[in-house]
């Protein structure tokens, strides 16, 4: 049978023109029912592959061809679990089939490189799937409703392309390499019913970059974005039952079939030309891309893992042997797969004296599977924590650094970096982006401060690493009195819930040893040490400065918000000029002994706010007495008044400006400003009225625009929290085009100011070379954009 043969021709994409090869001069059909049934039965027959028929359906949906994907998975005589492409990793073996699947058919799953992130919107919870204690190749995906799953699709598409991009390779040569696939149950918490689908684990960036291909060449990842969530879900928020009872899934399977079949429509219409255009090429290339679909797992005999938890971590096993070893995340991402794989591994080996329950809710507790809500059911006991987020932190710091687990976890965790050896602050490095999931999103302006804090030590003082238990109370200062008497619970609790609260909140930094010089509210400190010393010294039996700190850090700490205490002068700025906050502030407070609410206040009876030299003074006051002996205060002479003057026009005038200059603000004569003058509607045109008057409604115009262009990045500086760092909340070539024409306007701006500034009148010659450097400069904007610079941190 010969085939038809594919075509090769040159498109614009952008500025620039791609070479577009083996563009197919047909689109694969979308898969009848009768050929899906065909994949449902062969993978029902496989005894390797414990699918629910939904399943099977949506990997049969998802092929472009069902007859050899049946084949794969059909068994036979001699292949008894069928052609099923074979991967042995840690502890299960993987069963695949190797096909080619539908765009509209893949949903992008979750990886680990995304598990430390700050993100807007937050993950589903995730869980395995059992068949009769069996593992199953699938796992469920729960979502808090269809909007979260359609906002999580949306920021994954938008946050890859944001930060990488191979739509133009992609463009030129298909999506060559497989993707890793798996079928998922979509479930929601609302009540919506589930349905299946099949998931993207690894080639996240070459999905996206499919999706930005047939979006088009001049759209930017938001567009490709939203055009994959229409795509795959059409307006479906909330979509009724049918009038014939059709399930979610059906109907939204229905509805792919409708977008491909139009898409099909659209390319027979565009490769059907002498010259075929772009739009041809982007469907040709981006219609079908290469899959590996894991069908089936299987658990190594002697595997001490949940079943529900085999799959999953056979899975993240054959990607961490890519991006840890090979194309590595950045180092946050790879210390939360470290620290979950030598955990996994510990589990698997049960070379520790903790129990496998206990393991598997530690587990839970680390990768997010366990909200901290539900810590007073998981950890029940006479006294049972609140379900907080802090107390989260402290079960689980205390479970990760018990001595019969620490060190097995360090020799895991060293096997799987290569390294040699690993000491505290190597494993305290571990923590930090376990630690802080539940407050990421909202103290992420700190985050790079609060993890150094942990690659410096953390909270593992030498006693935490050592036998205690958490004591669980609603009250941390109640903590300070047994703490005080020598129990070693309290001081140990007080440890690791104030100390997580002073990094979190970034009063306590690494920088603990390079900010000797810096001035106290600038973040500096009275000596040197590191931040496992700090909190070492705060929590001795002795120091009740220190635990009173402590215990004051961890009752104040909350865990959707910053302190003013960590908050930047233009980040306060902002917040006051964008109106109310819902709730009263958070602040962290100085303490004095001497007082009965044991809170520092000044003269006027206002309380002093906590700084980290407060927090490192209190861990040490010999020390830091000894570094910095107490010097007599200067108090400066009241200013005396010039002649015609009183002392409150005087002391008015220090460090400050006039206030009636008229210039930016009410004019002298106190009336408000006049407004510009715009011409009514069906008045006379533009060109009849004189120059002088059209040129003020155009210089209201101009700062009329300057003033919106700051409000809009005022706007964006104050979503950029809420966006998270995963996605940046403006592109770089967006910036790079507005500041392209932000050094073009001030151009113009500075060469209108030249012309109407005042100046002596120069003899000819001096004015022929002014004119020439004037031209000069216009043209290659050489000084000017030196001066732009400004614009740069201003965005």
Request: glycine fraction near 8%.
């Amino acid at each position: 049978m010969s085939l038809p043969a594919p075509r090769s021709f040159t498109v614009a994409w952008g500025s620039e023109s791609i070479l577009v090869s083996n563009v197919e001069p047909e689109l694969p059909a979308t898969s009848a029912d009768a050929d899906i049934e065909k994949v449902v039965k062969a993978g029902r027959d496989n005894p390797v592959t414990l699918l629910p028929d939904p399943a099977l359906e949506a990997i049969g949906r998802a092929t472009t061809g069902p007859d050899g994907t049946a084949v794969q998975l059909r068994p036979t005589a001699e292949e008894p679990t069928g052609l099923l492409m074979v991967e042995n990793v840690e502890g299960a073996t993987l069963r695949s089939v190797v096909t080619r699947v539908h765009l509209s058919e893949l949903l992008p799953g979750i990886q680990p490189r995304t598990g430390m992130e700050v993100m807007e919107i937050p993950d589903p919870q995730v869980q395995g799937l059992t068949d009769q204690d069996r593992p199953c190749a699938i796992v469920r995906y729960r979502f808090q409703d269809v909007g979260h799953l359609h906002n999580h699709v949306w920021q994954t598409v938008h946050g890859t392309l944001s930060l990488n991009s191979y739509a133009p390779s992609v463009l030129a040569r298909k999506v060559t390499r497989n993707l890793i696939t798996h079928p998922v149950e979509i479930a929601f918490e609302d009540g919506t019913e589930s349905f299946y689908a099949v998931v993207v684990r690894d080639g996240i960036t070459r999905l996206a970059s499919a999706w930005s291909v047939l979006a088009g060449p001049d759209t930017e990842p938001a567009d490709a974005a939203t055009l994959a969530v229409a795509s795959l879900f059409g307006n479906h928020h909330a979509v009724p039952p049918g009038p014939t009872g059709s399930t979610l899934g059906q109907r939204l399977a229905d509805h792919r079939r409708r977008w491909r079949r139009t898409l099909r429509d659209e390319f027979e219409r565009e490769i059907g030309t002498s010259e075929p255009g772009p739009r041809a090429a982007q469907i040709a290339q981006t219609c079908v891309v290469p899959a590996q679909i894991a069908v089936g797992s299987e658990g190594h005999p002697g595997h001490l893992l949940a079943a529900e938890d085999i799959f999953d971590d056979a899975i993240r096993s054959v990607l961490a042997s890519v991006h840890v070893e090979f194309k590595q995340w950045d180092t946050a991402a790879q210390n939360v797969e470290v620290a979950t794989r030598a955990l996994k591994r510990v589990i698997q080996l049960g070379d520790t004296l903790v129990d496998k329950d206990d393991l598997q809710a530690v587990y839970g507790l680390a990768v997010g599977r366990i909200a901290a809500e539900e810590l007073p059911q998981v950890f029940s006991g006479a006294v049972p924590p609140p379900g907080t987020a802090l107390w989260r932190s402290v079960y689980l710091v205390h479970a990760l650094t018990r001595p019969e687990l620490l060190e097995p976890l360090k020799d895991q965790a060293k096997a799987i970096k290569g390294g040699k050896r690993m000491g505290l602050k190597g494993f305290a490095e571990l923590l930090g982006p376990l630690v802080d999931l539940p407050w990421r999103s909202h103290k992420k302006h700190v985050t790079t401060q609060a993890r150094n804090a942990w690659n410096n030590g953390g909270v593992l003082t030498t006693d935490v690493i050592q036998e205690w238990d958490p004591c669980p109370t609603d009250d941390f200062t109640s903590l300070v009195a047994p703490a005080l008497s020598g129990d070693v619970n309290a001081r140990c609790t007080l440890a690791v819930a104030g100390g997580v609260a002073l990094i979190a909140d970034k009063l306590l930094t690494r920088n603990v040893g390079s900010a000797l010089m810096v001035a106290k509210e600038k973040g500096g400190v009275p000596f040197r040490a590191d931040v496992n010393q700090i909190i070492e010294d705060l929590s001795q039996q002795h120091n009740e400065l220190g635990l009173w700190t402590l215990a004051f850090a961890a009752e104040r700490f909350r865990s959707d918000a910053l302190p003013e205490n960590a908050v930047t002068m233009r980040q306060l700025i902002h917040k006051q000029k964008t109106g109310a906050t819902a709730r009263a502030p958070y602040v962290h407070f100085k303490v004095d002994l001497a007082q009965p609410d044991r809170i520092t206040r000044d003269a006027t009876g206002v309380p002093v706010m906590l700084h980290q030299w407060d927090v490192v003074w209190a861990s040490n006051p010999d020390r830091a007495r000894k570094a910095h002996s107490p010097k007599p205060s200067f108090i400066p002479p009241p200013a005396a008044a010039g002649p015609g003057q009183t002392l409150a026009t005087a002391g008015a005038q220090v460090g400050g400006t006039p206030t009636s200059a008229g210039v930016g603000g009410t004019p002298p004569s106190g009336g408000a400003p006049a407004p510009a003058v715009v011409p009514a509607a069906g008045g006379s045109t533009p060109a009849q009225r004189p120059a002088s008057q059209r040129a003020a409604d155009y210089r209201t115009l101009l700062r009329d625009s300057v003033a919106s262009a700051k409000d809009a990045i005022d706007l964006l500086l104050d979503l950029e929290p809420e966006v998270g760092s995963h996605t940046p909340i403006v592109p770089p070539a967006v910036l790079d085009a507005l500041l392209k024409q932000l050094v073009g306007i001030q151009t113009d701006v500075e060469n209108l100011r030249r012309k109407i500034t005042p100046q002596e009148e120069p003899d000819l010659e001096t004015q022929t070379e002014a004119d020439a450097r004037t031209e000069t400069e216009t043209d290659t904007d050489t000084e000017t954009e030196a001066e732009g610079t400004s614009v740069v941190a201003a965005l």
